[in-house]
């Protein structure tokens, strides 16, 4: 397979029908280190045929093969996911410009997120209905949509696509799976990983190109069944309009700007304070805050603001960037120039509108900063009405908001149109529950931030969008349920009078 043949269809890889390549950047050195296929129109069309011929063709292809042989082939693909550990969490830390060991665990939950599916599936079942007559044989069951559009973003290419594919597969459906055309080659080596663990040809497909020309077309196109995409609000409603015209099942997550809410009863000692602090850093700047659960809104009590912000400016200042391979790194660049623009475009309307920068705020400068590196940003006194504070930054930037009372901590945490995640710190397992409890997001932390289980369903409220993805009803999100009543001793009705 050559560099440019980057586009799977039918079991077959190839170039682009138009020929056009893009080169793929090392965020950390902003130097060329790869090249895919630019795909089209022409090829989005080729792969949803490939998927539409292999879900609709006869007895014995994926839609109908046992339970038992599709949970097994996604514990192959766990397996071969942990054999390459190594080379596809460096490929991950190249492609996103994350850290090694971020792209390692990354590999490992989505190892979890392929052999959690494979256990799902083979514990469902559809359900009897009790239909009240022993002549009467009344089940729900469960089958695949058909065929889904799979959309991932940037910041997470190989995990978010793992989320997508392993229920697409586990329920039966076929795919054509569409990554970023930032950070494309992890889902390249995914599609490899299931060829080799033995899925039949035409049941994954994929094309890397342009959201503006690929994303739109596998939203718009009235031959597949379901498109689920993760990314940004704008991008996210233009997907739901255009799926809209063949009415097909939408799934959306479009991200959040996360509170993160620190009660001083958290604090009341120094094993307290420093946990808090702890945790704060790593809501709002691992990956360079591109996480679409960031905790970037700190909102703390009033009366521990000072000395809490004190200290987390400090250690924010401290927090060492570097390439994602260099052993010593905690931190690595922003995905492209245009991101790292628009991160400077934020602090300094922060700043203009009155925010007080404690940490970061610049470029670093010196050798091996020649990439899209940022230093972690802390902006005290904000308020609701800056837009940093209102828009999603995706980028290492935390803004500090104080509050007096529970009631003003919950209204401030809530006054978002987003509503994915947030985190609330107490002392008090009382005070934390009915917080979390009064949160309008869709995953709360207590004492915690950013981990998640590939068993609990992870979404949002409000803007960040529809369905759920991980958990049962991440697997529901690819069926569609059919009710099957079955007389047992026919007779007729007599409705008529004529008969």
């Known amino acids: ?11 077959e890889w190839r170039e682009a029908a138009s020929g056009a390549t893009r080169e793929i950047l090392d965020p950390a050195s902003a130097t060329p280190f790869a090249v895919v296929a630019e795909g089209g129109a022409e090829d989005t069309d080729a792969a949803i045929a490939a998927a539409r011929a292999a879900f609709d063709r006869g007895q014995g292809e ?3 093969t046992p339970v038992a042989e599709r949970a097994a082939l996604l514990r192959r693909v766990a397996a071969l996911l942990r054999r390459d550990r190594e080379e596809l969490g460096l490929l991950e830390s190249r492609d996103a410009g994350k850290t090694l060991e971020e792209g390692r665990v990354d590999v490992d939950c989505v190892a979890d997120a392929f052999a959690y599916f494979a256990d799902l599936v ?45 229920p697409a597969l586990a329920a039966g459906n076929t795919f054509v799976v569409k990554p970023s055309e930032l950070t494309p080659l992890t889902t390249v080596a995914l599609i490899r990983l299931l060829t080799e663990a033995g899925l039949p040809d035409g049941v994954a497909n994929l094309v890397t190109g342009p959201g503006s020309t690929v994303g739109a077309r596998l939203a718009e196109h009235p031959g597949v069944d379901l498109v689920s995409f993760t990314g940004g609000l704008d991008s996210g409603t233009k997907v739901m309009r255009a799926a809209a015209g063949s009415v097909k099942k939408v799934a959306l997550e479009l991200g959040g700007k996360n509170p993160n809410v620190v009660f001083a009863d958290a604090c009341t000692d120094d094993a307290g304070f420093d946990t808090a602090v702890d945790q704060a850093l790593n809501a ?12 970037s809104r700190l909102i703390v009590e009033e009366s521990l603001r000072d000395r809490f912000v004190a200290e987390l400016a400090r250690r924010a200042d401290r927090i060492r960037l570097g390439h994602g391979t260099d052993k ?44 899209y590196f940022y230093r972690p940003t802390v902006l005290d006194r904000c308020h609701r009405a800056m837009r940093v504070v209102r828009e999603e930054v995706f980028g290492p930037v935390l803004t500090v908001e104080t509050f007096r009372t529970e009631d003003e901590a919950v209204a401030l945490a809530n006054d978002t149109e987003y509503g994915l995640a947030g985190g609330v710190w107490s002392g008090d397992p009382g005070r934390a529950r009915r917080v979390a409890g009064r949160l309008r997001h869709g995953t709360v932390w207590i004492n915690d931030y950013h981990p998640y289980l590939p068993q ?8 960040s969008g529809i369905g759920r993805e991980l958990g049962p ?27």
Not at 127 to 143: I, L
């Open 62 to 64: 994926w839609p109908r």
């Open 328 to 371: 010593d790194a905690e931190c690595g660049p922003l995905v492209s120039a245009q991101q790292l623009a628009k991160t400077e475009e934020y602090v300094a309307s922060a700043l203009a509108d009155g925010a007080v920068l404690r940490a970061g705020g610049t470029r670093p400068e010196g050798p091996g900063y020649e990439g």
């Open 284 to 295: 709002a700047f691992i990956h360079s805050g591109q996480v679409c659960s960031a905790g």
């Open 473 to 499: 009803t991440g697997l529901a999100e690819y069926r569609e349920t059919k009710h099957v009543y079955q007389n047992l001793a026919p007779r007729p009705v007599r409705w008529f009078a004529g008969g």
């Open 122 to 166: 083979m514990n469902e079942s559809g359900r009897v209905v009790d239909a009240g007559s022993p002549d009467v044989h009344s089940v729900v069951v469960h089958e695949p949509v058909g065929v889904c559009a799979l959309i991932t973003p940037w910041n997470y290419p190989l995990l978010q696509a793992s989320w997508k594919i392993a």
């Open 1 to 11: 397979m050559s560099a440019q043949q980057t586009i799977h269809v039918g079991g």
């Open 456 to 463: 609990a369903e992870w979404g949002g409220f409000g803007k």
